[in-house]
């Protein structure tokens, strides 16, 4: 029997701000001392008050503007009780019946709501038979965004939680690195034979696009098959073994008012209107051009073609680099062209030596118009750009320094031919006897022995014309 699965994701970021959600603590996701970020706030102390974040709200304001969402006018914090070591408080402060925001779309997948809460402790458990707790973490603003259940198969989940993980970073409100922790995704999947919903899974903590996938096709497995064995599926709360690529129990899942949600009494309600900071105007000039924008633009303006242009848009390096080299080219449509398969190709692969850089915007787009201009072929010009990362330096200088130039002189073109041809009597004789490729080979070895400094073309005419007299 075919089961359907139904899920929804919620998707935890640590935002980037100066301070922690509530108090002046140091937001530092980097620091490796335990408890050294903390203070009287976010360890709870009787008697400490709490102050809200105004740079975590406009974080997640932004956040829904680019996702079309709406903004809400009156929005508060709200007390989730339970406890679990890593709560100091023994509730964590977060929002439930009036959140920043509602709705919105990410990759046609509907969101619910985004809104903000604080982060907690940080348990260890590697160190016998206790853990140890660092609060460090404690209190660092988090949003939380929720989807709609209408995701069916774990491929999609995976695109929706990459493409949320590119626009936080397009937006500068987090770093989102899955393997530090400072984006978590939370899966709740149901199976059902019909298109209604069944009994919900929540499968916590996935840490990596990989084990999102993985948890999520591994859950429709397990509850498809219990359902198929006649047993009943339990309404609980799962994490991931990754040793064994499995999910386990962790406990029965809680519902809303099992966590007695309350208004904060020391927390102030917030009027979004009132503030002009918040206003659509004023943030519309800090939301830059989304993923899904930029996309558009690099394939249907500029013809780049998808593989490229997905190049531009994951590495904000390359993608920065391009458009300021587009810029420069603007309205000449080849020579676009030209440097975005010398971006994506050459110097993506030249990047991959750490002691390499990414070469000034002039100098590149001065390669590209020497290329143009067959000053230089496209091998010399492979050579200059692998020394401008390397070294630094002007394209033009290191052609000439290095003898790169191309060479259009029919005299010196008919000596090298000529060399070649000796050089290799067997190559010769196969292309004599039909071996359309054997000419290929004779180009490239006198590309090789030029150093990429002949035209091809006249190269290739000289061949033939030398093959055709003998």
Not at 91 to 105: D, M, R
Not at 434 to 444: D, M, N, V
Request: net charge negative; proline share 4%; hydrophobic share 35%.
């Amino acid at each position: 029997m075919k089961y359907i699965p139904t899920i929804g994701l919620e998707i935890h970021a640590e935002l980037k701000t100066r301070s922690k959600m509530f108090c002046g603590c140091k937001n530092d996701p980097e620091e490796k001392s335990p408890n050294v970020n903390i203070c009287p706030i976010c360890m709870a102390h009787p008697g400490a008050l709490p102050a809200i974040n105004k740079e975590a709200v406009k974080h997640v304001v932004k956040t829904g503007r680019a996702l079309g969402g709406a903004i809400a006018d009156f929005t508060e914090f709200d007390r989730k009780n339970y406890f679990y070591p890593d709560i100091p408080k023994g509730y964590q402060i977060s929002q439930y019946k009036y959140p920043i925001v509602s709705e919105g779309n990410l990759n046609g997948i509907e969101i619910t709501r985004v809104h903000l809460e604080e982060d907690t402790a940080t348990s260890k458990h590697d160190r016998g038979e206790y853990s140890l707790l660092d609060f460090n973490r404690a209190g660092i603003p988090l949003m939380e965004l929720v989807t709609e259940p209408v995701i069916h198969d774990a491929e999609t989940a995976v695109r929706f939680a990459k493409e949320l993980q590119l626009l936080l970073r397009y937006l500068g409100v987090s770093g989102a690195n899955m393997e530090k922790g400072e984006m978590r995704v939370e899966a709740n999947i149901s199976v059902s034979k019909t298109d209604s919903f069944g009994t919900k899974v929540e499968v916590k903590n996935l840490n990596s696009f990989k084990v999102v996938e993985k948890a999520i096709e591994y859950e429709i497995k397990r509850q498809s098959e219990k359902l198929e064995r006649g047993e009943k599926i339990v309404q609980e709360t799962r994490g991931w073994d990754e040793d064994r690529e499995e999910t386990f129990s962790q406990r029965e899942k809680e519902s809303s008012h099992d966590y007695r949600y309350f208004p904060d009494p020391d927390l102030p309600k917030l009027k979004l209107s009132e503030l002009s900071e918040f206003s659509a105007e004023v943030l519309k000039k800090e939301i830059p051009e989304p993923p899904w924008d930029k996309r558009r633009r690099l394939t249907e303006i500029l013809g780049i073609k998808n593989e490229a242009a997905e190049i531009f848009v994951t590495d904000s390096r390359l993608g920065n680099f391009f458009d300021e080299v587009a810029g420069k080219l603007a309205g000449r449509k080849e020579a676009i062209l030209l440097a975005s398969n010398y971006i994506t190709s050459d110097i993506t692969s030249i990047l991959k030596n750490e002691d390499n850089n990414i070469p000034t915007v002039d100098s590149f787009v001065s390669l590209v118009k020497m290329l143009e201009e067959k000053v230089v072929s496209s091998r010399g010009a492979k050579d200059i750009l692998a020394i401008m990362c390397r070294e630094g330096g002007e394209p033009n200088k290191i052609a000439e320094k290095g003898g790169l130039l191309q060479k259009s002189d029919q005299s010196e073109i008919i000596l090298i031919a000529k060399k070649i041809l000796g050089d290799n009597e067997k190559v010769v004789a196969e292309f004599k006897a039909g071996k359309e490729s054997a000419l290929q080979y004779l180009i490239g070895q006198g590309m090789r022995a030029s150093r990429g400094s002949v035209n091809p073309q006249m190269l290739k005419k000289t061949f033939l014309y030398l093959l055709k007299e003998n």
